[in-house]
Each structure stands twice: as structure tokens, then as C-alpha cells.
């Protein structure tokens, strides 16, 4: 099934076409009227050197003048070996049709909204028919039935036109038209956008990200700049300013020599606070007794650091290189 987009905002157009396999563009004039485009012939030339086929409207209220309207396009730069002229449904249209078609110029029969008119476009030659299936449907009338009709007819009596499934909605509407074997599908930009969308795909491609995290990225590269670093000689005060700005829960207290003394955290300070009172604020790091810290190599992978978290039960681990305290890696930096 060929994938058309169907705008005239310039901008989308650019973008969505470097997907590298939409098949072409269809617009019309309310869309140009939309986008408040004036000069028409100068937006139909620019999106000719744009997109692999465009499909125009050659309006006219007799076969002469959509007939005279298609070859000034034509005449004005238009490939014609890349352009196809829409026509709406009526006898002057299917007689131009016939007109153009048969000098091999390509048309789409479009505003289809019955089978006999589907028939008529067939029999004429249209390279494209067109039913629109959004808004017949807001109508209230069977639009999928319609598409079946018209696809039945091409297969059954061997019509060289092919069924355009217009007036998409939403992504169910390509759906439908993928189960019926429509030959080609013109679709808004946002609802193109949506088409690869699933919320279980977005979990599996988000897993496949977190785990090859995971396995690939080493400590040191995942954890953050700040190195929140006392010495003993500081006070608790002191360390206590140093935590709040480096917005972890512990800080790594060092000698005169930045030898490794151990780590202070929130915690240590509320049981030193309930136990001694305010004043041990002011006592120094150097005077406190600490434990052999938690921590982990710079170059062990965030997997390691995972299986560290998971059996100590804590949210911040010291990181070791050469011996050194280099940082601290926080829980959170597990995830991106």
C-alpha cells in the first residue's frame, strides 16, 4: 500500500518526507487556504521539487477547463511523469479524466462518496479514485463498506485505477485500510507521527536502554560532577553546608592528606544531634569515630552498583579510584 501524506504546510512537509519512503504528497485548496497561501502556483512548483509525486487539483467547471487548467500546470514546470491532477466526481470530470489519461497524463477522481461514482472514475481511467472516509463517516454513513466496494471492483473487473483511502482520522484508519487491500492511503502528518506509537513498544525500547545502560556504563561515568569533600578538621556545621550544596545525603570526609577518613551522612548527624544535642554542631570531623564507608570502583559497571544498593539498602555509595575518593554516586544516577 502506498503511504501518501496529505497537507500543504510547508514545514511538515519537509520533515515528513525525510522519512525516505512516503510515496507522495496529495493537498487541496481548503488545506492551502488554511495555511494562508496566496500564491498557489509558486507553493505547487516549490513542493514539485519536494516530494516524489504530487497530487494537484485542476478545478473547472467543464471538461475543457480542468482539461486547460491540468496542461497549465503542466506548462508552468509540473513533470508530468510526477504529477497527478485531482479532478472531483461529476461527468464533466470523468470526461476530462478520459481526456487526460488518455495522453498519459495521471488523475485521481477524488470527493467519492458512492460506488457509482467509483465505477464512473474506473471506467474513465483514473489513476487514483478517492473515496473520503472521515467524513463520510461523520455523516453516519458506511464508509468501510464503500472502500470494500470499490477495492471488490478493481480486483473483480481488472481496473487499472487505484483506491485512495482519504479523510484519515486516526490510526485505525489505516488499519481498516491495510485489512482491505486499499492501494494507497493519504494520511495528516499527526496521525503519520502516530502510527509507530504503542505504549508496550515504548516499555520494551525503554528496558532495552535501561538494561544496556546498565551493563555498558561504568560508575565514574554516570555519576555526577559534584564531589562533596571535608576534611576533619571541619566541623559538623561545616559538613552540614557542604551536604545541603552538593544536594547529597553524606559527605566524604578526608585528613590534611586526602587519605580516606569515612563518610558522614544525615543520618549519622540526627543520632549525633538526639545523643549529644545542638552543640556537637560545632564539634570537628576529626574527633568522630567512623565506620568502614560503603563504597564502589570508578570503573565497575552501574549493573555492580545496582547489586551494592540492593544488599547494603542504601542510596548513596562512595567512589573509589587509585584508593581516592573521586565522588559520590546516588541511587537516582542509576536511571538517565
Same mark, same amino acid.
Given at each position: 500500500?502506498?503511504?501518501?501524506?496529505?497537507?500543504?504546510?510547508?514545514?511538515?512537509?519537509?520533515?515528513?518526507?525525510? #522519512?525516505?519512503?512516503?510515496?507522495?504528497?496529495?493537498?487541496?485548496? @481548503?488545506?492551502?487556504?488554511?495555511?494562508?497561501? @496566496?500564491?498557489?502556483?509558486?507553493?505547487?512548483? &516549490?513542493?514539485?521539487?519536494?516530494?516524489?509525486?504530487?497530487?494537484?487539483?485542476?478545478?473547472?467547471?467543464?471538461?475543457?477547463?480542468?482539461?486547460? &487548467?491540468?496542461?497549465?500546470?503542466?506548462?508552468?514546470?509540473?513533470?508530468?511523469?510526477?504529477?497527478?491532477?485531482?479532478?472531483?466526481?461529476?461527468?464533466?470530470?470523468?470526461?476530462?479524466?478520459k481526456r487526460l489519461t488518455d495522453e498519459g497524463i495521471m488523475v485521481n477522481v477524488h470527493l467519492v462518496y458512492t460506488l457509482q461514482q467509483a465505477?464512473?472514475?474506473?471506467?474513465?481511467?483514473?489513476?487514483?479514485?478517492?473515496?473520503?472516509?472521515?467524513?463520510?463517516?461523520?455523516?453516519?454513513?458506511?464508509?468501510?463498506?464503500?472502500?470494500?466496494?470499490?477495492?471488490?471492483?478493481?480486483?473483480?473487473?481488472?481496473?487499472?485505477?487505484?483506491?485512495?483511502?482519504?479523510?484519515?482520522?486516526?490510526?485505525?484508519?489505516?488499519?481498516?485500510?491495510?485489512?482491505?487491500?486499499?492501494?494507497?492511503?493519504?494520511?495528516?502528518?499527526?496521525?503519520?507521527?502516530?502510527?509507530?506509537?504503542?505504549?508496550?513498544?515504548?516499555?520494551?525500547?525503554?528496558?532495552?536502554?535501561?538494561?544496556?545502560?546498565?551493563?555498558?556504563?561504568?560508575?565514574?561515568?554516570?555519576?555526577?560532577?559534584?564531589?562533596?569533600?571535608?576534611? @576533619?578538621?571541619?566541623?559538623?556545621?561545616?559538613?552540614?553546608?557542604?551536604?545541603?550544596?552538593?544536594?547529597?545525603?553524606?559527605?566524604?570526609?578526608?585528613?590534611?592528606?586526602?587519605?580516606?577518613?569515612?563518610?558522614?551522612?544525615?543520618?549519622? #548527624?540526627?543520632?549525633?544531634?538526639?545523643?549529644?544535642?545542638?552543640?556537637?554542631?560545632?564539634?570537628?570531623?576529626?574527633?568522630?569515630?567512623?565506620?568502614?564507608?560503603?563504597?564502589?570502583?570508578?570503573?565497575?559497571? #552501574?549493573?555492580?552498583a545496582a547489586q551494592v544498593f540492593k544488599d547494603k539498602k542504601v542510596d548513596n555509595l562512595l567512589v573509589l579510584e587509585a584508593g581516592k575518593a573521586?565522588?559520590?554516586?546516588?541511587?537516582?544516577?542509576?536511571?538517565?
Open positions: 500500500m502506498e503511504l501518501y501524506l496529505d497537507s500543504a504546510d510547508l514545514k511538515e512537509i519537509k520533515e515528513a518526507f525525510q #522519512l525516505g519512503f512516503l510515496a507522495g504528497l496529495t493537498t487541496t485548496p @481548503t488545506f492551502m487556504h488554511r495555511q494562508g497561501i @496566496t500564491d498557489v502556483d509558486a507553493l505547487i512548483l &516549490e513542493l514539485a521539487t519536494i516530494v516524489p509525486v504530487l497530487q494537484v487539483e485542476a478545478l473547472g467547471k467543464t471538461s475543457d477547463e480542468i482539461y486547460k &487548467e491540468a496542461h497549465r500546470l503542466l506548462d508552468k514546470g509540473l513533470d508530468a511523469r510526477k504529477s497527478v491532477f485531482k479532478i472531483p466526481v461529476s461527468l464533466e470530470g470523468v470526461k476530462a479524466c465505477y464512473m472514475a474506473m471506467a474513465a481511467g483514473a489513476t487514483y479514485v478517492c473515496p473520503l472516509v472521515g467524513r463520510l463517516q461523520d455523516q453516519g454513513h458506511d464508509a468501510l463498506g464503500l472502500i470494500e466496494q470499490c477495492v471488490g471492483a478493481v480486483n473483480y473487473y481488472g481496473y487499472a485505477s487505484k483506491i485512495m483511502f482519504s479523510s484519515v482520522r486516526h490510526p485505525e484508519h489505516v488499519r481498516n485500510a491495510i485489512n482491505m487491500g486499499v492501494h494507497t492511503c493519504t494520511v495528516p502528518y499527526k496521525i503519520i507521527k502516530q502510527l509507530t506509537e504503542n505504549v508496550l513498544t515504548t516499555i520494551g525500547t525503554d528496558q532495552f536502554f535501561e538494561h544496556t545502560r546498565m551493563t555498558t556504563v561504568k560508575v565514574k561515568e554516570a555519576m555526577q560532577a559534584t564531589n562533596p569533600l571535608v576534611q @576533619t578538621s571541619h566541623t559538623i556545621t561545616e559538613a552540614l553546608v557542604v551536604m545541603t550544596e552538593s544536594g547529597f545525603g553524606c559527605v566524604t570526609v578526608v585528613d590534611a592528606q586526602q587519605n580516606l577518613v569515612g563518610v558522614f551522612t544525615d543520618g549519622d #548527624l540526627r543520632r549525633y544531634i538526639k545523643e549529644q544535642g545542638k552543640d556537637v554542631l560545632n564539634k570537628k570531623l576529626g574527633d568522630l569515630t567512623f565506620k568502614t564507608p560503603i563504597s564502589i570502583d570508578a570503573n565497575a559497571l #552501574l549493573n555492580d573521586i565522588g559520590m554516586l546516588d541511587i537516582q544516577d542509576l536511571s538517565e
